[in-house]
């Protein structure tokens, strides 16, 4: 039996794809700053990435490591003691982990790594942009290049390094399609800025089973898109959440130097996007159970 373990365990993605891995026969530990049971988790140890600090013994039998664990990105406005937090969170987090295998002479097979198509910048161009580009100039893509080398540098203990470079995750209770719906629900939904920006999405219950099959698969190697293959943009997204919603789609869209003037410099997350190229995962063999929005949606909001 495998043992992995995971970061971020408790967050959107984590408590999903515990259960799912734990359904397929895993033993699962979980890294959190309290050792407090959770489900689907056989064992719960702590650490504190600030102190540096980790509980040795949640690397025992370790086979396997899904590093999830990250402050948001748009819970709140990029102060430089944000920023430095966001980037801490996901990046010397990894540090910690990988001076403690070093430290006990421990081999892992895998570290399966989220990471973002934030990669790819705040902008929104026509490229189809694909995982051999440099990562962007911009604070999501310095974000990425450091979560991602950390991970890099894994090399010598890890048999594998996976990079999974996510899309928007839409789930049917919270993360970002909690927020979308909002302003639809109130009856003022309508798009942000231009409406012409990319909204590279991927549905709770994919992403999951991107992670896993990276973690049974050894043909999974470096990073990879992880995002639907149907493209849209903002306004394309607001009508067709607006349509599922059966609410009206305002036609004047929320101006962006509003957007900017409450949000700061983190308004780029929603005000900007480009199209990203998933053909590297899907010859990988991964087949999208949600590969359309209107399908993806009406799961999520119309079960």
């Known amino acids: 039996m495998k043992t992995v373990l995971i970061t971020g365990g408790t967050g959107l993605i984590g408590m999903r794809l515990s259960a799912m891995l734990k359904a397929r026969g895993y033993r699962l530990h979980l890294l959190s700053r309290s050792n407090k049971p959770v489900e689907n988790y056989d064992e719960v140890f702590t650490w504190d990435i600030n102190k540096g600090e980790i509980d040795l013994a949640a690397l025992d039998g370790v086979t396997d490591i899904i590093h999830l664990a990250g402050a948001g990105i748009a819970d709140s406005r990029w102060t430089e003691e944000r920023k430095e937090l966001i980037i801490n969170s996901r990046v010397k987090s990894l540090g910690i982990i990988e001076e403690a295998l070093r430290r006990r002479n421990q081999r892992i097979s895998s570290l399966i790594s989220g990471s973002a198509v934030g990669w790819y910048g705040a902008r929104t161009d026509k490229m189809l942009h694909i995982e051999e580009e440099p990562a962007a100039d911009d604070f999501m893509g310095e974000t990425c290049r450091k979560w991602e080398f950390a991970a890099d540098s894994f090399a ?107 949000f700061g410099e983190m308004s780029a997350v929603v005000l900007e996007g480009s199209r990203v190229s998933n053909k590297k995962l899907l010859k990988t063999g991964f087949e999208f159970s949600y590969d359309n929005l209107n399908t993806a949606l009406e799961n999520l909001l119309n079960p």
């Open 156 to 262: 010598e203990i890890a048999d594998r390094i996976v990079k999974i470079r996510t899309g928007v995750v839409l789930a049917k209770d919270g993360g970002a399609l909690a927020s979308m719906k909002l302003p639809f629900k109130l009856f003022i939904g309508s798009p942000l800025g231009s409406g012409n920006q990319q909204i590279q999405w991927i549905h709770l219950d994919d992403i999951c089973r991107v992670f896993a099959e990276a973690l049974e698969k050894q043909s999974f190697s470096g990073a990879y898109n992880a995002s639907a293959t149907e493209s849209c943009t903002n306004r394309e997204f607001s009508k067709e959440l607006a349509k599922v919603m059966k609410r009206p789609l305002l036609p004047l869209t929320v101006p962006s130097f509003v957007l900017k003037a409450l």
